[in-house]
């Protein structure tokens, strides 16, 4: 076995956020922390800060197909996943290219708008991202409102998350992560379908303002463990901790909703 077999190597295909608090900036930084050698193709670059978008570019699909090429071509990737992708042309590319390299522990995570609300997929891809990418996920990590854009259902007739999350699984992928934050309850509880059984993962729910990117963080975070070998549940679990420590650790930087803490286990936000 070569050093290179030693070293968990996962790929983040998503968008740059200028601000650094989400898309591949807390991707790579996520990886990062749970000790995984991070790789990216870039989707759309957008400019923004805690405040707001103020622009998004959406890339040209063989841009992002080459990138991808760089690194699966020379690297042994073990997981990969993908955030904000902009177009039906990038998602069929993205999609074309992961059967190509027969990538089997692909996480989608479904982001449709920005925390500030823009627009991160145009209306004509999101049918697309449904019936093309799902079936090639592990894992699909949608929150309460992307649950009700993929299944067509207002926010109030989500209902029981259980069954929601059984029904996400109609769309092809292999098992779903439906991401509690946004539902009502005293915890932080989110509803893992495996594609038998619903699995509840709880935490305490942290009390801060400090949550730019974090469904990014979440979902690399699960990629780093799945990358390191980890069984998909136990990889859930474990990020769920991860981010929870991450929101717990966050402090204020900018004017605006400020990002979650990457690095809080290695050191505090104004330590020498």
């Known amino acids: 076995m070569t050093d290179e077999e030693h070293i968990p190597v996962a790929l983040t295909i998503a968008g740059s956020d200028s601000g650094g608090g989400a898309g591949i900036q807390a ?4 990886f990062a922390a749970l000790r995984v050698f991070g790789t990216c193709a870039v989707t759309l670059v957008t400019a ?29 990737v073990g997981a990969a996943k993908t955030g904000a992708l902009g177009s039906k042309e990038v998602i069929e590319l993205v ?18 708008v920005s925390k500030h609300g823009s627009l991160l997929i145009e209306d004509s891809a999101k049918k697309t991202l449904i019936d093309v990418l ?5 894992l699909i990590t949608p929150n309460a409102h992307e649950a009700c854009a993929i299944l067509g259902v207002k926010p109030d007739d989500l209902g029981d998350p259980e069954d929601a999350a059984r029904k996400l699984a109609e769309t092809g992928a292999r098992a779903v992560l439906l991401k509690g934050g946004h539902l009502s309850s005293d915890d932080a509880v989110d509803y893992f379908f495996d594609g038998e059984t619903v699995h509840r993962i709880s935490a305490p729910r942290v009390e801060t303002k400090h949550t730019h990117g974090t469904g990014c963080t979440l979902s690399s975070a699960i990629t780093a463990y799945i990358a390191r070998g980890r069984d998909i549940l136990d990889a859930v679990r474990e990020g769920k901790k991860y981010v929870s420590g991450a929101l717990r650790a966050a402090r204020r930087i900018g004017h605006g909703v400020s990002p979650t803490h990457h690095m809080h286990e290695y050191y505090e936000w104004g330590a020498d």
């Open 134 to 138: 799902f079936p090639r996920a592990l």
């Open 48 to 76: 923004q800060n805690t405040l707001g978008v103020s622009r998004i570019d959406i890339l040209d699909p063989e841009l992002v197909g080459a990138q991808i090429d760089s690194v699966m071509t020379d690297f042994h």
């Open 27 to 30: 991707d790579l930084r996520t």
């Open 95 to 112: 999609s074309a290219k992961m059967e190509e390299y027969e990538m089997a522990n692909l996480v989608v995570d479904p982001v449709m």
